[in-house]
């Protein structure tokens, strides 16, 4: 049968032939070059490690223990200026590169949530609890933290103004005592938003929520609440900021409710020189944006914020530092929002006694309703 074919058809035998010699071929040649373009690392990473610092000067106070290589500089005190000079001078001395710990610094990341899509729509006043939990070392150690409480209402909220004297005074001119205000909302200092009734009364509502009045218990049992006013044309304003003199109108209205969950970030804050930095370790060729620090930077006067909208918060901004940040803080948390609605009695109970209202009904579960 194979003669008979060959004999019969030789173009179609060639043609089967050429195209099995082909693919044979590329194989060989494909397995050829895996085989040869394979890269082999040989060594020892430990004999080729070098620390920032070859030698470590510290002050002449006495130090215990052992000195990590890794982290040069701690509470140890500092050296002088003119120390570091000699220093230099010192034969053999490539770079001398000071560093001094200045502190811990809170950085405060903008976490903002929508919880437009979680509102009833329908409901006049309503509350939204935003529990959150925070895990780290891959989630094998948690912390579930205080909530914060939303409080959305149609009816008019009226912001904090001024302060007069003893007297709180609010956009549409009401005037409150501060103790009065104190005592309505123990623990927060009074000063919250006002929620006018549909009697004309105004209602203050609490600027925070606690499930204890105990000292040692108010770190962990207290909640932010933040109003917000449901506007006719389906816009929020947010009630819970202090417009300092201007009215209410002000106050920019958003067309979602996004929410800024409070949230603080330690870092720690070192002062180098950065020419003698550059040098030791290039970082200046590690900027990513912005620019490089030069010895002529300065510290920029106190500015102040005058914007009233609520995203992000308004206030007085102190001092600010030139720095360079790292863009990436290799830092293993993430934080997991468990989001509920509270409507009905529940929600009309939040002006007058926000203080204790919230918290045995819904605080730390993952739903409440």
């Avoid at 218990?217 to 009630?239: I, K, N, W």
């Avoid at 620090?293 to 005058?306: K, Y």
């Amino acid at each position: 049968m194979v003669w008979s074919q060959l004999r019969n058809t030789p173009g179609r035998s060639m043609a089967v032939f050429a195209a099995v010699l082909v693919a044979t071929t590329g194989f060989t040649v494909l397995t050829g070059a895996a085989s040869t373009s394979r890269l082999v690392a040989q060594g020892s990473v430990d004999g080729q490690f070098r620390p920032s610092y070859d030698i470590l000067v510290h002050p002449s106070a006495p130090v215990t223990g052992l000195l990590d290589q890794a982290r040069p500089a701690a509470a140890y005190g500092g050296i002088e200026l003119d120390q570091w000079r000699r220093i230099e001078r010192i034969p053999g001395v490539e770079v001398a590169a000071p560093l001094a710990v200045l502190g811990l610094a809170d950085i405060r990341p903008e976490l903002l949530v929508d919880l437009t899509d979680q509102l009833d729509r329908s409901a006049e006043r309503q509350v939204i609890e935003v529990a959150p939990r925070i895990s780290g070392d891959r989630r094998l150690s948690t912390l579930t933290a205080a909530p914060t409480y939303v409080y959305v209402s149609r009816r008019p909220l009226v912001p904090l103004s001024s302060t007069s004297g003893s007297w709180f005074v609010y956009t549409d001119g009401t005037r409150v005592r501060q103790s009065s205000s104190a005592a309505e909302c123990p623990g927060t200092g009074g000063g919250g938003s006002l929620e006018v009734q549909p009697d004309g009364r105004r209602r203050q509502v609490c600027s925070s929520a606690m499930g204890s009045f105990d000292p040692d218990d108010r770190r962990t049992q207290v909640s932010e609440v933040q109003a917000y006013q449901s506007l006719p044309d389906g816009t929020f304003r947010m009630a819970s900021v202090f417009t300092s003199g201007r009215p209410a109108s002000v106050v920019r209205a958003t067309a979602r409710l996004q929410v800024r969950l409070p949230a603080v970030l330690p870092v720690l804050v070192a002062g180098i020189d950065p020419a003698a930095e550059a040098r030791l370790v290039g970082l200046d060729r590690a900027v990513r944006q912005g620019r490089y620090l030069t010895g002529t930077d300065q510290v920029a006067p106190a500015a102040r914020n005058t914007s009233l909208s609520p995203l992000p918060p308004t206030g007085p901004a102190g001092r600010t530092l030139p720095v360079l940040a790292a863009a990436d803080l290799a830092v293993d948390e993430r934080i997991d929002l468990a989001v509920s609605r509270l409507t009905g009695r529940t929600g009309g109970r939040v002006p007058g006694a926000a203080t204790k209202a919230l918290w045995p009904r819904c605080a730390y579960r993952s739903r409440c309703c």
